[in-house]
């Protein structure tokens, strides 16, 4: 048997006992935003770090502006909500100057 269809087999079988029924994110499209944010170089070490459970501080700026906008789309209090997008607008340009900075790194090699 190929490694391509005992793959298959192996995937099959765990769908047939219903391993991947309750998986989070069920039916919801999956956000793929951080990821294209991502400069093309660093997906990839950034995929292995997040599957180890290390983020680097480029992920987890994304994650906490993503978490801050959900809030304030909840927010009823109009003070709560300029207090959050000031905080949004702080982490953006955290992440901007991050993302710069790196590019600038690449341009000199």
């Known amino acids: 048997m190929n490694f391509d269809k005992l793959v298959e087999s192996i995937i099959k ?3 047939e006992r219903g391993e991947f029924d ?3 994110g069920k039916g919801k499209p999956i956000d793929l ?4 944010d991502t ?5 990839l070490a950034y995929s292995v770090l ?11 700026l994304l994650r906490e502006i993503a978490e801050l906008k959900q809030i304030r789309a909840a927010a009823r209090d109009e003070k709560k909500k ?3 997008h000031t905080a949004i607008e702080k982490k ?3 992440f901007s100057l991050m993302m710069e900075r790196q590019r600038r790194q690449r341009r000199q090699k």
Not at 33 to 36: E, K, Q, R, T, V
Not at 39 to 43: G, N, T, V
């Open 13 to 15: 079988e765990a769908m």
């Open 22 to 24: 309750n998986l989070p």
């Open 33 to 36: 935003s951080a990821y294209f």
């Open 39 to 43: 400069p093309e170089d660093l997906r």
């Open 50 to 60: 997040k599957n180890a459970g290390m983020t680097s501080r480029e992920v987890e």
């Open 82 to 84: 300029r207090e959050l």
């Open 92 to 94: 953006q340009i955290e």
